[in-house]
């Protein structure tokens, strides 16, 4: 099974902070891997496709890029509405996903 | 526009069953492969199941494997979970995806096992 670890588990940053996640795979995924965006009682919201395609309709403050096993996800301005919970997804093998990094404002 | 709508959800007894339906509208049900995917509450996102487009091969997590089985119909675009001998730590919110890389998710459907 391919394990994904991703870090910070919460960060707290101040509107307008470049704010970075990373995620790391067990093994080469080349690039297989979503990254999410979650707010309370809603279902995900896919950013991020293939490492680094931004969804349709998705702000280009986000950005993600990596292959292989190294992964790093990026809000180059933090705005009052990106509070939420991110993870990323491995498709490589079925779907693993990271643990989440929840989003706070200072 | 892609929708996937889930159902099925409730208060179902320790040692119950359930099924969840999922239905899909706005792409070729028939050749996505789809999934189903919980998230416990205040916790993470856990996969559950996956089957093929065609039903011809299905895949479980070991947390649910021997207990719950995972269909489709695609003459009716619906894909379906069927939860047995159900555990207090299936309480979760139930998400069905399509798509190997699982690019659109519905709005999901709550299991809560409790006596």
């Known amino acids: 099974d391919i394990q994904m670890t991703q870090s910070p588990s919460s960060l707290s940053a101040s509107v307008g902070d470049r704010v970075t996640i990373t995620c790391q795979a067990s093994q080469d995924i080349s690039n297989y891997l979503n990254w999410y965006q979650q707010k309370p009682g809603k279902a995900p919201k896919l950013l991020i496709y293939?490492?680094?395609n931004l969804e349709t309709g998705v702000p280009s403050r986000f950005s993600a890029s990596g292959s292989g096993t190294d992964f790093t996800f990026t809000i180059s301005s933090l705005q009052p509405e990106d509070i939420a919970t991110y993870y990323c997804q491995q498709y490589d093998n079925l779907l693993t996903f990271g643990g989440g990094t929840k989003v706070e404002i200072k | 526009q892609v929708q996937l709508v889930e159902s099925g959800g409730g208060v179902v007894q320790p040692g119950g069953s359930l099924r969840l339906s999922c239905a899909a509208s706005?792409?070729?049900?028939?050749?996505?492969?789809m999934h189903w995917v919980r998230q416990a509450p205040g916790k993470g996102l856990e996969w559950v199941a996956f089957i093929r487009y065609d039903g011809s091969n299905k895949y479980y997590a070991d947390s649910v494997k021997g207990r719950v089985t995972i269909s489709r119909d695609n003459s009716k675009k619906m894909l379906y979970l069927q939860m047995n001998s159900l555990r207090g730590e299936d309480t979760a919110v139930y998400y069905c995806?399509?798509?190997?890389?699982?690019?659109?998710w519905g709005q999901g459907t709550l299991v809560t096992v409790s006596s």
């Open positions: 995806a399509n798509g190997a890389a699982a690019g659109y």
């Open positions: 706005g792409f070729t049900f028939s050749t996505y492969g």
């Open positions: 293939d490492a680094s």
